[in-house]
């Protein structure tokens, strides 16, 4: 479909199926074997969430109005023709073609395939991660939240194919055979796992929460296909999407020094948890060593020195990262 949006800019809207198409899959669905290998056949190709850091240092970049990469100017970590065009040692002749080959590919996954990830999780980072906008709550279903329903479905430990039970067909699914799909923590405000909430109260505020994003059904294991006839089955496909690790005892420290306001014993305290977030978080400081965001790394580690003489005792105060809760 095409059309053009309220700032009069053509866009199109398309669907491509390729590989494993709807068809194929409502054929493997009820097989649990066949099932398994054609999702881990989509776990190759397909990836739906980023790690913690990423998010991490992108908030940072943007909180500290430093620009994104340009990823289409930035060079595309490939392997060294050294490695590709490598030959076995001399002197082992005993070592095989195929098994060279795989010596060779363990190679490539230990040197090359760790910067590409980290060069595409950049990208993702930089032009692929949803900020809501005024398009998000225009129209009806943007006054319930976004109407693009970011953010999308989380806590999904592992890809899945599940089929959903619209309420009326009076289905009743309980534990084990039922798979939750709605986030234990975000889902009614955490109203699931909420043990001091009275259940009246608390059955309410999921129903709300239910209603006001259409979500009336249940969800399982898929049934077989019927043998003959149409399929009516209704099938969704959950990406791996792994529920983010909390920060809460950093937040938690860095509100106590937030809350202290501007004397010289806080602002120390929000630059030491500042730089142990950084520090002692090694992915995190493997990160923002990479040559992309040295600029990142260096405004931050700027926060982090203590004033000398000379200098603004305030001077965290006057730059964008304060207060600096946005990065945690």
Known sequence: MKECNKRGAAHIHGQHHGGLTPLLLSYLAGDPELQALAIAALDTQLEAEMPLEYHLVDIARRTLRIGARRDAAADIPRPSAELLQAQPPEGISDMSQESW?????????????????????????????????????????????????????????????????????????VPPERIEFRCSKCHADGAMTDGTMHPETQACKIAEADQQRDLFYTAANPTPRAEVGEDVRILQVDLKRSRLPSLDAVKTELNRYLNEGKSPEALEGLRRVLLSTITDNEQLAKLLRSPALKLVYDRLIELTVPPTDGDDDNRVLHLPLFPIEPFL
């Open 101 to 173: 080959d795989a010596h060779r590919n363990q190679k490539l996954t230990d040197e090359w395939w760790p910067l590409f990830c980290q060069h595409a999780m950049l990208v993702v980072a930089n032009r692929n991660v949803h900020r809501h906008l005024a398009s998000c709550c225009s129209g009806t279903r943007g006054k319930t939240g976004c109407r693009f329903n970011a953010p999308w479905g989380h806590d999904v430990p592992s890809t899945r194919c599940i089929e959903l039970f619209i309420d009326s067909t009076n289905k009743v699914l």
